[in-house]
């Protein structure tokens, strides 16, 4: 018998992550969660777990293991817990709001990244949950347009430093998520753009976070090359 694949996903609570994870476990998977909030579909199944930790605190960060006893016939870790960060105009951020929404979007994922590489042998490939606002300037999220744009580019640079190894960041598109719901509540005087978010919403376009993970799961499985910086919605199942 072949040995298991082992999943890591942060940010499981809901969302993308848990679909992420509910896919993963539906396939067959080994899958470790990451985050503040356990999901019983995790902590229920004998092939879930779940290890708490604020990945905007840098010790706790820091602390994760990755090491495992178990030999795994692929391991992938799926950095995708995020904020939305403040949105309102850039003049009116705060340091903090700057420094707890590039933290948890970037830095940490750098930081998680760099142990997964160093501690986890074997076959390994590394995704992160990017976004279209890394590429395209929205009016409202500067925190959260420069910490996605430096997560493609950190992506860029692994995939360079690693041509071994699968490393991509991937944009979902705008997706059926408390995310979401979070950018609908924001007013037009601090986000100008909120109504388009609305009509997509109001009209049924938002993808679905199951579409998301299939499509995810699928290109793991592919062996023929994609673009590091890939669109999910280019590879539907
Ligand atoms: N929805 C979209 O349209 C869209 C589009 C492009 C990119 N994305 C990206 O997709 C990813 C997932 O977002 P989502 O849309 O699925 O929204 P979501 O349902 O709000 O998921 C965010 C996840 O991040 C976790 N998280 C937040 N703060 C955390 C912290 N300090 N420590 C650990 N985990 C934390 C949350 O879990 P807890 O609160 O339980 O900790 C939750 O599981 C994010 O990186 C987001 O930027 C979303």
Not at 33 to 50: M, Y
Not at 211 to 231: M, Q, Y
Request: hydrophobic share 40%; glycine share 8%.
């Amino acid at each position: 018998m072949s040995a298991p694949k082992r999943m890591i996903v942060t940010g499981v609570s809901s969302g993308i992550g848990w679909a992420i994870a509910a896919e993963a476990l539906r396939l067959g998977w080994h899958v470790e969660g990451i985050g503040r909030n356990a999901p019983a579909l995790l902590t229920a199944h004998p092939r879930g777990s779940f290890t708490s930790c604020d990945l905007s605190d840098r010790t706790a960060v820091n602390d994760l293991t990755l090491t495992t006893e178990q030999s795994y016939e692929l391991t992938v870790l799926v950095n995708n817990a995020g904020t939305l960060g403040p949105v309102k105009p850039a003049k009116k951020v705060s340091w903090a709001e700057i420094d707890h929404c590039i933290t948890l979007n970037t830095s940490s994922a750098m930081l998680l990244s760099a142990k997964f590489l160093r501690e986890v042998a074997g076959e390994k490939q590394l995704y992160f949950t990017g976004s279209g606002a890394a590429e395209f300037a929205i009016e409202g999220w500067s925190a959260y347009c420069a910490s996605k744009a430096a997560v493609h580019m950190y992506a860029s640079v692994l995939a360079k430093e690693h041509p071994e190894l699968r490393i991509h960041a991937f944009r979902p598109g705008k997706v059926h998520t408390p995310m979401q719901a979070e950018i609908r509540a924001t007013t037009a005087e601090d986000f100008p753009g909120v109504g388009h978010f609305v009509e997509e919403f109001e009209s049924g376009n938002l993808v679905l976070p199951e579409t998301v993970a299939a499509s995810l799961l699928h290109v793991i499985e592919r062996k023929d090359e994609i673009p590091v910086i890939f669109s999910t919605s280019n590879y539907t199942v």
